[in-house]
């Protein structure tokens, strides 16, 4: 069995979010998604989540395509690819650090997944900041 394992911080789920996990689940035959904590959110957005880390994980989990999902680490996102042993990482089109950077990591850590950065799918339109900026100003 091929296991897939994807990040996020998925504070508002959107068809965006959507399509970077079908992408992902196509990749092999059990999608697991690690939902960045509350602190990490914090530290990669510059603000806090709308919503906690429980509520967000229990979202993802509800969605058909995905197996299962969890909280991540606070400390070190890799201690969750070791936890998980995915075949591979699925990476959206925006995230950090990139594919190489990464696979260096994986090398140094004897982690042997491959990496694969997803499609965007209407960043104009499905992307959180600019959903919550949308929210922010309507009347």
Do not use: C
Request: charged share 30%.
């Amino acid at each position: 069995m091929k296991t897939v394992l994807a990040f996020g911080t998925f504070d508002i789920l959107h068809p965006g979010h959507l399509s970077y996990l079908k992408q992902a689940r196509a990749l092999g035959d059990r999608l697991v998604v690690v939902v960045a904590t509350d602190k990490n959110v914090e530290k990669i957005k510059g603000k806090p989540p709308v919503n906690s880390q429980e509520h967000r994980a229990e979202l993802v989990a509800a969605l058909k395509i995905v197996d299962e999902a969890m909280v991540g680490f606070e400390d070190d996102m890799l201690s969750s690819v070791e936890k998980v042993k995915p075949n591979v990482v699925a990476l959206g089109y925006d995230q950090k650090p990139g594919s190489e950077a990464l696979e260096k990591m994986f090398k140094e850590r004897g982690i042997s997944a491959k990496v694969f950065r997803m499609e965007p799918y209407r960043e104009e339109h499905y992307k959180s900041s600019k959903i919550k900026d949308k929210v922010r100003h309507a009347p």
